[in-house]
């Protein structure tokens, strides 16, 4: 298994941004990286080219730095709310997952992968949540969304007519006696 060290020219994740020298396995360096000129294999001649690709790598970094910030900025404004169905006792049906609030975020003209949207589980409750969104390695948000019943007022007739319904407990009997 030979080993060659190449030249990145491009960002690849897992492996490097472009300027780094490393070292891949020669069929990935050969079958994939080279034709894609996504690097370039490393020589005398290639190591030259390094110092104006770390300047490039080095103003791209900082332009995404200032989106992520500028976008992040623009978030902490946004007010996401979810309208859900509900049934008895302001159960909710299904979830709000991170589809949802990207849909949510891409209505409201942000544009951010889905992938930036950590939600670790889905919502399943009524009321305020928060959600982080990862813009950038230094800039993470944490997004407030509210999740209401498109039913309040039926919801709250059920509330008060199953709290009416619940039989009482053997201690509130025996305190009766």
Do not use: C, W
Not at 37 to 46: E, F, G, K
């Amino acid at each position: 298994m030979s080993n060659t060290e190449i030249l990145l020219l491009k960002p690849v994740e897992g492996l490097g941004g472009e300027g780094d020298q490393v070292k891949v396995r020669a069929g990935y360096a050969r079958n994939y990286l080279l034709p894609r000129r996504i690097a370039v294999p490393l020589t005398n001649a290639n190591r030259k080219q390094v110092e104006a690709l770390k300047k490039r790598r080095a103003e791209r970094e900082a332009q995404e730095l200032n989106g992520a910030q500028e976008l992040s900025r623009k978030l902490e404004k946004a007010s996401l709310a979810f309208a859900v169905k509900t049934g008895e006792g302001g159960k909710m049906f299904g979830a709000i997952t991170a589809a949802d609030l990207h849909e949510k975020l891409v209505a409201l003209g942000f544009e951010i992968e889905k992938k930036r949207i950590h939600l670790f589980t889905p919502v399943k409750a009524l009321g305020q949540h928060t959600v982080k969104v990862k813009l950038h390695a230094d800039v993470t948000v944490e997004l407030p969304f509210d999740v209401v019943s498109e039913n309040p007022i039926i919801d709250q007739a059920d509330a008060k007519a199953s709290e009416e319904k619940k039989p009482e407990g053997k201690r509130a009997a025996d305190a009766k006696k």
